[in-house]
C-alpha cells in the first residue's frame, strides 16, 4: 500500500528530510497490526539517525521516528490483543531497518502494542512510550531509586528529564533538577523537584553536594563533561545511570574512590538487536506508564507540536534545546 512517510534522503541537517509517497507491505507476518498514525513523537535518536544514518540498513526508505500513537484498522490472521478501532501507542521501527513513525502508518508486532485509555489525548499518547521505557528503566531497573534517596537530575524541564523527575518522586526520593531559566524552574517545581540549580549561575556540583550531602543517584542525559562533574557530587556506593555513555573517570577519580556503580541506558538496544523479550518488557512499561497517565499521577508535557509536512522545522526545535517537553507531530 502507498502510504505519505518522511524520508531521511541523505546523512545531514534538517533539509535532507521529504514528505513522499513510500510503499508500506501489508499485510505482512500473522501476529502484525496495521496502525493509522494520529501522531508520532520526537527524540533525539532522530537527530542522532539523520545526521549519521539508521544502526540497522534495510531495503525501505529510511524514515525516522519511533514513537506512534493511532487507530488499528487492520490486523494478522494471529491476533487477539487487540481489534480495528483500537486507540493503541507504540516503541517500534525509525532505525533504519524498520520504517519509522514519521509516516501516516505502521506495522507492528502486536505485542509491542499498548492500548491507550480514553481518558489519555493523541499528542500524550504519542510522546509518552520512549521517554517512559527509558526514565523506567534508568531510575527503576538499573539505579532501584528508593523512599528518601536523593537523585540529581539533568535537564529537569526536558522531554526526558520532566518525565525522570516524576518517576523518581513517584518512589518517594527527594530531586534536584538542573535547570538553565527561571520558566524551567518553574516547570520541574511543578514536577516536583526539591531543589532546583541554575547550572549557567551555580556550580551544580558544589549545590547538588551541598542540598544532599552525597547522592545516591544521578541521570546523566547531558554527555561525558556533565557526567565526569556529576562523580563529585555523589555518596560512596552511588549510582549513575548514563543515556550518552559512561564516561572516563574525572582528574579525582571520584569514580573510583567512591565506588560508584555506573551504568549504560541504551532503550533501543532491544529493538536493533532484535531481542523479542526485551521488547515486551518494553512494552509492559508502557502500558504501566499509561495508567500512571489515566490516574494523574504520571503527566507528559508536549511543548510544541507540528504538521507531519513540517518535520523538519520540528527538528530544528528539538536542536534548538528551547523546547520544555516533548515535540510532537500531527498525522492526519
Not at 540497522?56 to 490486523?75: K, N, Q, R, W
Not at 526526558?160 to 535547570?179: C, D, E, K, M, S
Request: charged share 20%; hydrophobic share 45%; aromatic share 6%.
Amino acid at each position: 500500500m502507498k502510504i505519505k512517510a518522511v524520508v531521511a534522503t541523505a546523512k545531514g541537517g534538517p533539509e535532507v528530510l521529504r514528505l513522499q509517497d513510500v510503499d508500506l507491505p501489508w499485510p505482512q507476518g500473522p501476529s502484525d497490526v496495521l496502525v493509522t498514525l494520529r501522531a508520532a513523537a520526537l527524540n533525539p535518536a532522530d537527530v542522532f539517525f539523520r545526521q549519521l544514518g539508521g544502526y540497522v540498513e534495510g531495503p525501505s526508505p529510511f524514515v525516522l521516528g519511533h514513537d506512534g500513537m493511532g487507530v488499528v484498522s487492520a490486523v494478522g490472521p494471529a491476533v487477539t490483543t487487540v481489534k480495528p478501532g483500537d486507540r493503541v501507542c507504540f516503541c517500534n521501527g525509525g532505525i533504519g531497518g524498520v520504517m519509522g513513525t514519521y509516516a501516516e502508518a505502521a506495522v507492528v508486532p502486536d505485542w509491542q502494542l499498548a492500548r491507550v485509555p480514553d481518558s489519555v489525548d493523541d499528542a500524550t499518547a504519542a510522546a509518552l512510550p520512549l521517554v517512559s521505557i527509558t526514565c523506567w528503566e534508568a531510575l527503576y531497573d538499573r539505579a532501584n531509586v528508593q523512599a528518601g534517596e536523593h537523585v540529581l537530575i539533568h535537564g529537569g524541564a526536558g522531554g526526558t528529564g520532566h518525565v525522570a523527575i516524576q518517576l523518581a518522586r513517584l518512589r518517594a526520593a527527594r530531586v534536584a533538577a538542573t535547570i538553565s531559566s527561571p520558566v524551567k524552574a518553574r516547570l520541574a517545581a511543578a514536577d516536583g523537584a526539591d531543589c532546583l540549580i541554575n547550572y549557567r549561575e551555580a556550580d551544580f556540583a558544589e549545590e547538588a553536594l551541598r542540598w544532599s550531602g552525597g547522592l545516591q543517584v544521578g541521570f546523566d542525559n547531558a554527555g561525558a563533561e556533565v557526567m565526569q562533574k556529576t562523580y563529585r557530587a555523589m555518596a560512596p556506593y552511588g549510582r549513575i545511570v548514563s543515556l550518552m555513555g559512561i564516561a572516563p573517570d574525572d582528574a579525582d577519580l571520584n569514580a573510583y574512590n567512591l565506588n560508584l556503580t555506573l551504568h549504560n541506558v541504551m532503550m533501543l538496544t532491544p529493538m536493533w538487536k532484535h531481542l523479542a523479550d526485551r521488547l515486551k518488557q518494553q512494552a509492559a512499561i508502557i502500558a504501566e506508564a499509561l495508567k500512571l497517565v489515566a490516574g494523574g499521577r504520571l503527566k507528559i508535557r508536549v511543548a510544541e507540536s507540528f504538521a507531519l509536512a513540517e518535520a523538519a522545522k520540528a527538528q530544528s526545535c528539538l536542536e534548538s534545546g528551547q523546547a520544555a517537553g516533548k515535540v510532537v507531530l500531527r498525522i492526519s
